[in-house]
């Protein structure tokens, strides 16, 4: 199946979802999927038919007739260089470039390719889609995949290095260094299961540390989605045929995985183990009676593991493992997954808390523990005998009412934790009974508990609700994040920083459900909380102050909105500096509120920096990069760039849908934007397709949040208008018109831009002094925010009207004035700009005193000829402004009809 990128996208997606039906209703649903074009649906039919093979197949055998390749052999930009390893399903090989565009090397992961062996190229592709989703500076990062004639290839960054442990024996690195270089790799891990993937083959050949000590996490080609059961089952080491193919490397597997039942993020905490023991004592966690596959796997299910600090050699090393990290060590090795860590991260947060001397969590909080503790990490602070114990007896009030709470906080970090991992539980076979759940159904699953399950516990109820509410902000479903936060901030509890953090989430949501009022009420509530709390500026400051800086915007205040925003990134810097995450996040919101105020060329500056400085911050999310990446396709659509435009958004939607679903207002707003640049290309009617699509994907939210949908909907307005669909296109514009001054008493931007849309649908029927009134209803609006207002949209609606009133002479002035806004905003050779001048020279010549007439007939044919030049042949602009010169040739201006290619 010889399908492009996106195309496999889209299949994989639809294959995903077949995979949650029964076997028997697949037949059906397959029968009334519409899938376009039609060659989707074939290999989609295919991919269901191999199925059974691809899950019982040895796929360890399945390549064994190798495609041989040779050093100097090209495959699409590449060039290999020589052979780096191989296994039974793909060999990786040192290529570099050969196209001259860079001379970076990279290894190229070629899957073995027979003919018939559909299951080896799925497989190579869901690898390739779980390692696009994990953005991380310690993961190994894919550059670019393709295929060659039938090849299919997938570009890795290459690590020159060393495995973990060899790189720890060779640097003869002690205890705590050994720790310290074992940190990335948890956290590695713990965003691939942020991403819902497990690795499941952890182990130090697939851990690598570079020459310069960067530790970086590779082969995520057995990995598994936890959301779905679409994982590829790639592997390229061999011993996995010691088990028969499963995918595993057997010494460093989980209990469950020598055991074949269903695995979750548990299975790698305790591969993590197995490699933690090894990097500390130099030798694995398991005593063989014989040498064999059988007694490795009896070993494993048997846990026969001896403590680290009685597996090394020297007393000093067993001195050093004594105690915390022996207990860190086999709790991650526990035998049964509830009792392991929860999380990758949890295991992260004992080691640091054992390097920093504090008491870990798998060890019970003695008091005689935590004193012990206490004394070493402040050894010098404690003097001797009689000073020791005055310290102890005049801060013993204060420890036991710190250990309390500190003790009460851990119990509801707990309860938390194993209620959540207890609902990821649900999809396991035996649970799920052949439904397999998404995330979004797991989490209200979870939610519909909460009360039930910790009614006598009030303060681990408000907890989990807090959680389960910020989730769904993230997932973009506001209003049950607002009714979850609501009940986390209903009971009674001190003004803290876990308080702050949940009111400025629901602030979020309320602002993204356009409850203005309420947002900022919110915001306000958090910005007062935050400052309590100590000096300003906080963590908070400057996400409130761009998110009431973007309120102000959207309630007709840019005048107020811009200085906000200034303050925002001056206290952001101030507090984080500009080489952090929340400074990057809050530049992200001022470059959207600069976008909207027609600051391009300041946007685009910042949404540079943020480009550059992202890559460099693990923690920066996958999502905020998608949105500055938007940001930047829509500044080109701003300057009118329509097809880099379309291109960049074509290539990022299949992202957006992977990583925040098709229904999230980030993913329908990109979806929006590339549909616009369709039209602004001639495509109107493929643009007005693209949108419904879009509304469909958002319309389950119309129930809950109605204004998520509408935005939408708005968009479709204009667009079915430009696709001569008016009379649908009024319809639409008054239903939303309707419920958007019911809603908002006072005017917003929102609402009279659905004015103005239901404007070209009027006017675009001949109804022009309607279309004047509405118009002018709109720019009104405007002229009352005056410099607050976005001078391109008001700059649009003016010269609409001009168009729509050019037989009035005020109109010159109204083009004019349109005009000046266009270039000063966008410069002098933008489309827009173009096509504004070539209706201020018609408007010109249609009031030309006769004298002048010729001199403004010629004026127009050369801006005529100069808004022609920005468009492709056959767009519906060369018909309009064709029509225009032949009004002008006849002194009478014509209907309105056949203007809105102008607009």
């Known amino acids: 199946m010889k399908l492009q990128a996106h195309e496999w996208t889209e299949v994989l997606r639809q294959l995903d979802a077949a995979l949650e039906l029964l076997p028997t209703e697949r037949g059906q649903w397959l029968a009334a999927l519409a899938l376009h074009p039609p060659h989707l649906k074939d290999a989609l039919r295919k991919l269901l038919q191999d199925r059974r093979a691809i899950e019982t197949a040895d796929f360890l055998n399945a390549g064994a007739e190798r495609t041989p390749q040779q050093p100097g052999t090209t495959l699409g930009p590449w060039r290999l260089l020589r052979e780096l390893g191989r296994g039974g399903m793909a060999t990786v090989w040192l290529a570099q470039r050969c196209d001259g565009a860079h001379q970076r090397q990279v290894a190229l992961k070629l899957p073995q390719h027979t003919p018939g062996s559909r299951l080896i190229t799925e497989r190579f592709l869901r690898e390739r889609a779980i390692l696009s989703m994990l953005q991380h500076a310690n993961i190994a990062q894919v550059l670019d995949a393709g295929e060659d004639e039938g090849q299919p290839w997938l570009a890795l960054e290459y690590i020159e290095g060393q495995p973990i442990t060899h790189h720890a024996t060779a640097q003869g690195l002690d205890v705590p260094a050994r720790l310290r270089l074992f940190l990335p790799v948890l956290q590695a891990v713990q965003h691939a299961h942020g991403q819902l993937v497990i690795h499941r083959d952890l182990k130090p ?43 595993m490397t057997p010494q460093y597997a989980s209990p469950e995985q020598v055991a074949g039942r269903p695995l979750g993020v548990s299975s790698d905490v305790y591969s993590l183990g197995v490699l933690l023991y090894e990097l500390l004592t130099g030798q694995l966690p398991y005593r063989l009676k ?32 004594r105690g915390d990290l022996d207990t860190i060590v086999m709790k991650a090795l526990a035998l049964q997954p509830a009792a392991r860590y929860a999380s990758a991260a949890a295991l992260a947060e004992d080691i640091e808390r054992h390097l920093g001397r504090l008491p870990v969590r798998a060890r019970p909080a003695t008091w005689h523990y935590r004193l012990g503790r206490s004394l070493r990490r402040h050894a010098l602070g404690y003097g001797a005998g009689t ?17 309390q709470r500190a003790t009460a906080q851990a119990q509801q970090s707990q309860a938390v934790q194993a209620f959540l991992a207890k609902v990821l539980s649900y999809n396991d076979p035996q649970q799920a009974q052949g439904q397999e759940r998404s995330a979004r159904q797991l989490l209200t699953l979870a939610a519909g508990q909460i009360d039930t399950e910790f009614g006598q516990q009030p303060a681990v109820a408000a907890r989990l609700h807090q959680t389960v509410g910020i989730i769904y902000f993230e997932m973009g479903a506001f209003q049950p994040a607002v009714q979850h936060l609501d009940r986390a901030l209903a009971r009674p509890r001190p003004r803290d920083a876990e308080w702050v953090d949940a ?29 309590a709390l100590g000096p300003t500026p906080h963590r908070w400051s400057g996400r409130i102050l761009a998110s009431q800086a973007w309120l102000a915007s959207q309630t007709g205040q840019l005048d107020q909105a811009l200085p906000l925003a200034e303050q925002a990134l001056a206290q952001q810097r101030a507090y984080s500096g500009e080489h ?30 943020i480009e550059r400085q992202a890559p460099t911050l693990p923690a920066f999310p996958m999502t905020d990069l998608l949105v500055t990446r938007a940001q930047l396709a829509s500044v ?33 707003i990109a979806r929006s934007t590339f549909a616009r640049a369709l039209a602004e290309l001639g495509r109107a ?12 994907n958002v319309l389950p939210r119309a129930a809950a949040e109605p204004e998520a949908v509408n935005l939408v909907r708005l968009q479709l307005v204009r667009l079915l208008t430009l696709a001569g669909q008016p009379q649908q296109a009024e319809a639409l514009a008054r239903e939303l018109l309707a419920q958007l001054e019911a809603r908002y008493a006072e005017p917003t931007r929102y609402r009279e831009n659905a004015r103005a849309f239901l404007a070209d649908a009027v006017l675009a029927q001949g109804r022009r002094d309607e279309g004047v009134r509405l118009l002018q209803a709109s720019l009104d609006f405007a002229a009352r925010m005056g410099q607050a207002d976005n001078p391109v949209e008001r700059a649009n609606k003016q010269w609409q009207l ?31 700009l173009l096509k504004c001048l070539a209706v201020l020279r018609w408007v010109q010549a249609l009031h030309a005193a006769p004298e002048a007439r010729a001199e403004a007939m010629a004026a127009f044919a050369t801006a005529r000829d100069e808004a022609v030049a920005t468009v492709p042949a056959g767009h519906a602009l060369r018909a309009d402004l064709q029509a225009a010169q032949r009004e002008i040739a006849a002194a009478t201006p014509g209907p309105p009809t056949r203007l809105l290619s102008l607009h």
């Not at 995450?581 to 001022?590: E, K, P, R, T, Y």
Request: proline residues 2%; hydrophobic residues 50%; charged residues 20%.
């Open 685 to 696: 009617d493929e643009a007005v397709t693209v949108q419904q699509a879009n509304i469909a």
């Open 205 to 247: 050949a697939n851990v690598m540390v570079d020459a310069q000590g960067a530790v970086k996490l590779l082969d995520f080609g057995v990995a598994k989605l936890l959301a779905a059961d679409v994982a590829p089952a790639l592997s390229a080491d061999s011993v996995l045929t010691q088990l028969g193919g499963r995918a």
């Open 290 to 321: 014989r040498d064999s596959a059988a007694a490795l796997e009896e070993a494993i299910l048997n846990a026969e593991v001896q403590r680290p600090s009685l597996a090394v050699g020297t007393a000093a090393r067993s001195r050093a493992l």
């Open 580 to 609: 952090s995450v929340d400074f990057l996040s809050v530049a992200q919101n001022v470059a959207a509120l600069q976008i909207a105020r027609g600051q391009i060329d300041d946007a685009q500056a910042l949404i540079r920096q």
């Open 802 to 832: 001009a168009l729509a009133s050019r037989h009035q002479a005020h109109a010159v002035s109204l083009a004019d004035q349109a005009c000046q806004a266009m270039r000063a905003a966008l410069g002098s050779t933008n489309p827009r």
């Open 387 to 403: 000073a020791v114990a005055v310290a102890l007896l005049t801060g013993a009030t204060v420890a036991l009412w710190q250990a």
């Open 503 to 531: 009111m400025f989430f629901k602030a979020q949501a309320q602002r993204d459900l356009r409850d203005f009022s309420a947002a900022q009420a919110s915001f306000s509530a958090a910005m007062a909380a935050g400052n």
């Open 636 to 668: 080109r659509f701003v300057r009118g760039d329509y097809a880099q435009a379309e291109a960049d958004y074509r290539a990022m939607l299949p992202l957006f849908d992977q990583h925040l679903g098709k229904a999230h207002d980030r993913s329908a």
